[in-house]
């Protein structure tokens, strides 16, 4: 019975949001309490790192598309 308490005052809180105009969106992010989580960061990490090696013209790239955005300060 005390669940149904609940769930009204959420049922409600969800309204109120949707009136606002708001919607619930779900986010799917990585499991960080994986086993092999660290190991996929490092192996992404050295994937970047290799691409910033190979190509070298990245990184002025990157400042000028930046020098393009409006209001973006280094």
Same mark, same amino acid.
């Given at each position: 019975?005390?669940?149904? %308490? #609940?769930?009204?005052? #959420?049922? !409600? %809180?969800? $309204?109120?949001?949707?009136?606002?105009?708001?919607?619930? #969106?779900?986010? +799917?992010?990585? $499991?960080? @309490?994986?086993? =092999?989580?660290?190991? &996929?960061? %490092? @192996?992404?990490? @050295?994937?970047?790192?290799?691409? =910033?090696?190979a190509n !070298? =013209?990245?990184?002025?790239?990157m400042?000028?598309?930046?020098?393009? #955005?409006?209001? +973006?300060? &280094?």
């Amino acid at each position: 019975m005390a669940n149904t %308490h #609940v769930n009204t005052r #959420v049922q !409600k %809180h969800r $309204d109120m949001l949707r009136m606002a105009g708001l919607r619930p #969106v779900q986010i +799917w992010v990585p $499991d960080t @309490r994986r086993s =092999d989580f660290a190991e &996929e960061c %490092h @192996r992404q990490s @050295r994937l970047a790192a290799e691409s =910033d090696v190979a190509n !070298k =013209d990245i990184g002025q790239f990157m400042d000028e598309a930046l020098a393009d #955005v409006d209001g +973006w300060t &280094e």
